[in-house]
């Protein structure tokens, strides 16, 4: 856990277009990222890795901030900072159906099959999260690894360096690196932005489309947004379809702040978590039957 709380505080703030205000060195004031703060009054030691805001007196490490901002349990927030921080998995692991949330490329990991997905659990999977087979497959693929002498396997979402994104039951979520975005590129001028491949797949599903005719960006995480910044200037419209929480809307607005014209389409299903949290739960609306007219008995 100790790997964990090295991670920069400051680092994290300001991957969510979060800065100081004041800068004193060792340590800076900030507005509060999680409440209304016009005084500056949320402190973070640069030497320590500890924040405290003097409001609420509250303050802790970098995985209490975490669960604070992001109103998470403890092991989402450790698997949130090990999935965009590329932990080194011999460092840290969590036990059970979980591996490092960046499995790098090295002696001790390697890539043993790939092939459509078809393994009862991830079908299972697939089936959960409202999206068909034949269009997971499209886009998707069943990837199976092997890390210290260990097997795995989870569905794959390719990004443009070759790596893959990994999802699997219950809520696991990797990558074997590198870590990168995931483009689709029609030349179009307008263009998607999805945070995760799920998402993507849910915008084509509601759609009831294989292919979308605009350009895409799948984030695969939202720390990758800078990332992302050159594609999307090369655009005249921006659609983002990004989740319903902090740093989804940080990242929203990161986006609209560098571009003229970016359209928020997540106030279109604003009650849920995610664009695949929304096809997941929304109401299923039955075709209205007409009834045969049958006339009057005499």
Known sequence: MNELNKISIKQYLSGMNI????D????????????DDHNASFKVDYNKNVWHDFGTNEGGTIIDLVMKMENCSFHEAACKLEREYAINPDSFSFHGNTVSNEIKNNA???IQNIIPITHPKLLAW?????IDLGLANLYCEEIHYQIND???FSVG??????????????NFKSCISP???TTVRNNRDACLVFEGFWDFLSYL???KIEKTKHDVAVLNSVANVQKTMDFLKSHKEIYTYLDNDDAGRKATELIQSANPIVYNRSIKYADFKDLNDYLCQKPMIKPEVKKKKLGLKR
Not at 19 to 22: D, E, L, N, W
Not at 157 to 170: A, H, I, T, V, W
């Open 19 to 22: 800065h100081p205000v004041k």
């Open 24 to 35: 004193y060195g060792y340590y800076s004031m900030y507005h509060c990222p999680f409440r």
């Open 108 to 110: 001790s990991t390697s």
């Open 126 to 130: 697939t089936r959960e999260r409202k």
């Open 150 to 152: 260990k097997n795995y």
């Open 157 to 170: 979402f390719r990004n443009d360096k070759g790596g893959y994104e990994l999802s699997s039951p219950p």
């Open 179 to 181: 870590k990168e975005i």
């Open 205 to 207: 599903t509601i759609q």
